[in-house]
């Protein structure tokens, strides 16, 4: 899950790939996992950007509870 928020912070997979220090399709690739698991999709991907889904904004909120 960290690698989610990480990508939630910073907006996208490429700048939370750069903040991690993996590959964008490294990145992409575990958040795919990660929506195949859950059974939601948390991204919506195009060519040139990825937009955010209400299961993503839910997720946020789960994951950043104390």
Known sequence: MSIFLATVEAGGFAPAAECLGLSRSAVAKI????????????????A?????T?????LRTVCSCP
């Open 31 to 46: 958040i795919g996992r990660i929506e195949h698991l859950l059974g939601v999709k948390l991204f919506n991907r195009t």
């Open 48 to 52: 040139h950007r990825n937009s955010l």
């Open 54 to 58: 209400e299961e993503r904004h839910l």
